[in-house]
């Protein structure tokens, strides 16, 4: 079985009390960056992979999405999704992202947030969601930027005061899994280059129409003013992919 | 005036002492990685932006392309190009590469190979390639890679001991001037992230075919043993863009 650490029920406490998780998107600092990254969804046939509590679903269709069906493994996740939905043009599916199976030609688009380093076989997914989209749809995605997961330990070097120093980057070009702490738990990861992320969606057939490594937006720096180290180095990776 | 270092007495001495300069392609480490992203250069027309000694040029040519155009602002780096060449299919310009002036349509393929972090305006010059490439024409390109360019330091963090114990990142979303050091001299580069290089690339027009962050040949690491930090890190980000 693929890796399903949001059903773990100490991860899924500690998960469940992170800001995104009690507010939802607008407490996630990459959200508005990532919304804008979003093709018109009116009437459009949305699929959201790594659903999660469903807050990318719920917002497809107040933005007037026909349709969304979301996808993800964990059990207490789509527990709470059902419970925070109600809507049934809303379709929530147990299972692995590597093992959706749709028809070709069946979303307008699909929406992936920061759930594909979990996977191990970025590949497959990228050709999966190529036959799944209609021509003219969009792949719209978000990882953990490979700055940031290329070292295991992924966190700050801090002088002997605990000042952060740098982002430190090594083992890059190793890529693969990756043991890394999260809310104080193990969780794997998966690291892959920029140039594998870009390439694998590229051969998948996919033309790559805008990137982005979001920054905070000045509210967020207001109400969060630790995110001043987020200019530091990016730590996210998102595109919008095509199928033209 | 756009800086023009290479033809900084001293600095070109030290230039045309690095092995690069002394053997050419064989001797650049990403030569390998670089020279597969090329199209077939056979009977096409090619511009070579920042060409400096020519070797792409020339390269062009033994894959016979039929005529080629190096644009350098050094005078010295041209000089020497035009020793090395006994061909007249190739022509040099002295010329800024901002200042780069073609009719539409003139080129197949427009190559630059680590030049364009020298420059500012990375736009205007993505523009204007996509204006000079014929239709199906494709721009190849190499820059140092935005991790390496993101700290002006642009070195290794290291142990008291001299151990290089990681890749530093620092202000990566501040683009712009970077005040660096390279053969023991003041350069000045300019820090672009990666979204920036994409996105500029794909607004001009482009679109993105394949993108590469090259690691050492085998054959390299046995020649060069250092290289192995070279594992450690992304030195270089290449891309090819085709306009279609």
Redesign the interface.
């Known amino acids: 079985m693929k890796q399903n650490k949001y059903d773990d029920p100490e991860f899924f406490k500690q998960y469940s009390q992170m800001n995104r998780s009690v507010e939802g998107l607008s407490a996630a600092g990459e959200w508005s960056a990532f919304r804008k990254m979003f093709p018109n969804l009116k009437d459009k046939l949305v699929l959201d992979l790594g659903c999660g509590f469903g807050w990318h679903c719920r917002y497809a269709r107040q933005q007037q999405a026909r349709s969304v069906v979301g996808v993800d493994i964990s059990e207490k996740m789509l527990a709470r999704a059902r419970e925070l939905t109600d809507d049934s043009a809303i379709e929530y599916y147990r299972l692995a992202m590597e093992e959706v199976d749709f028809p070709a030609d069946e979303f307008d688009v699909v929406v992936s947030s920061l759930a594909l380093h979990y996977v191990e076989d970025f590949q497959s997914i990228c050709q999966k969601v190529y036959r799944y989209l209609m021509p003219g749809g969009s792949f719209v995605l978000s990882v953990e930027h490979p700055?940031f997961t290329?070292?295991a330990a992924q966190d700050w070097?801090y002088s002997a005061e605990g000042e952060r120093?740098?982002?430190?980057?090594?083992?890059?070009?190793?890529e693969g899994l990756r043991q890394t702490q999260f809310l104080g738990m193990d969780v794997e990861k998966y690291h892959r280059?920029?140039?594998t992320y870009?390439?694998t969606v590229?051969r998948a057939g996919f033309?790559?129409?805008?990137?982005?490594?979001p920054?905070p937006t000045p509210e967020a720096m207001a109400k969060y003013p630790e995110m001043q180290d987020?200019?530091?180095?990016?730590m996210f990776?998102m595109m919008v992919a095509v199928k033209d």
């Open positions: 700055i290329a070292r070097y120093l740098y982002w430190p980057v090594d083992d890059y070009q190793k280059s920029i140039a870009f390439n590229i033309r790559v129409t805008e990137v982005s490594e920054e987020e200019y530091r180095r990016p990776l």
